[in-house]
């Protein structure tokens, strides 16, 4: 079973920085892709920056420019880098992985979508 485990939230003053480390963990498989999402209060999940096996890049307008995102691909992990961050960067961030699964059989693979348990980010103003 796959899990990814995220660490790094916490509380911060505006401007300052944060970085989120996510690692998964689990079964055999190869990463796709993986990224950054986050939920405000009241407000739908949206994506924040995402990786590809490639190594390239997407960001929210929001966050160009102030975030960066980052992959190590022998520890399965991907950081998000968060600076001059602003009180509306509020929110639980989510990491999220698109992996090749190997069946434990080895029959096969599989693709599938993961998510980690959420870390609270808080920017005081």
Known sequence: QVQLVESGGGLVQAG???????????????????????????????????????????????VKGRFTISRDNAKNAVYLQMNSLKPEDTAVYYCHAHLTVTVDTGS???????????????ISS
């Open 16 to 62: 300052g920085s944060l970085r989120l480390s996510c690692a998964a963990s689990g079964s055999t498989f190869s990463i796709n892709a993986m990224g950054w999402y986050r939920q405000a209060p009241g407000k739908q999940r949206e994506l924040v920056a995402l990786i590809s096996s490639g190594g390239g890049t997407n960001y929210a307008d929001s």
């Open 108 to 122: 096969g693979t599989y693709e599938n979508d993961y998510w980690g348990q959420g870390t609270q980010v808080t």
